[in-house]
């Protein structure tokens, strides 16, 4: 069974700071990852999408994966108080049913 | 600049309704998802479709039916309403093969008494 783990938080950043998310996985042939933030009350949103190893910018966001050590993870630069959500990762393996499988989410609260 | 709608943000039912919970995606994206969230459980899938007519069952089918008679529309169904099925139910769709790229609509919470 593949799983995707989050430490569920809440992280608690100050504004301005960089916030890091962690993600890791248990399936070696997981291949996508993606993150999706979540306001409370609200639905997921995609952010950011990674699929090779290395970092992966879009502007205050960057995405790292480590495939040999199966980690994922979001790196908010200058962290505001909007930025307060839960943030899912998920996982997508390569062949079968590309099914993602996601994480339970972490807590981020930036404070002023 | 909408893209992926629920019938309903807020739906409450008795116990044996049965229950239509309807999403309309208007980016032609062959792929449509159901899935319920609650505390603690994080997303569970219920159902997929990659085509229209074609259906697949997710982690917890149990108890929930699907119809996709439209390529746009995707419909999930609960049969005999249960209290454990009071939950957020969220539909998604995508382009790319599973949920890459995906979008989710705004989510149905429901309460079954």
């Known amino acids: 069974q593949k799983e995707v783990e989050q430490n569920s938080g809440p992280l608690s950043v100050p504004e301005g700071a960089i916030a890091s998310l962690n993600c890791t996985y248990s399936d070696r042939v997981s291949q996508s990852f993606f993150w999706y933030r979540q306001y409370s009350g609200k639905s997921p949103e995609l952010i950011m999408s990674i699929y090779s190893n290395g970092d992966k910018e879009d502007g205050r966001f960057t995405a790292q994966l480590n495939k040999a050590s199966q980690y994922v993870s979001l790196l908010i630069r200058d962290s505001q108080p909007s930025d307060s959500a839960t943030y899912l990762c998920?996982?997508?393996?390569?062949?079968?049913?590309?099914?993602?499988?996601f994480g339970r989410g972490t807590s981020l609260i930036v404070h002023p | 600049d909408v893209k992926v709608t629920q019938s309903s943000r807020y739906l409450v039912k008795r116990t044996g309704e049965k229950v239509f919970l309807e999403c309309v995606q208007d980016?032609?994206?062959?792929?449509m998802f159901w899935y319920r969230q609650d505390p603690g459980l994080g997303l569970r899938l219920i159902y997929f479709?990659?085509?229209?007519?074609?259906?697949e069952k997710g982690d917890i089918p149990e108890g929930y039916s699907v119809s996709r008679e439209k390529k746009e529309r995707f419909s999930l169904i609960l049969e005999s309403a249960s209290t454990n099925q009071t939950s957020m139910y969220l539909c998604?769709?995508?382009?790319?093969?599973?949920?890459?790229?995906?979008?989710f609509g705004p989510g149905t919470r429901l309460t079954v008494l």
């Open positions: 998920a996982a997508i393996a390569s062949g079968g049913s590309y099914i993602p499988t």
């Open positions: 479709s990659y085509d229209v007519k074609m259906k």
């Open positions: 980016m032609d994206h062959e792929n």
């Open positions: 998604a769709s995508s382009l790319l093969a599973g949920l890459a790229e995906g979008f």
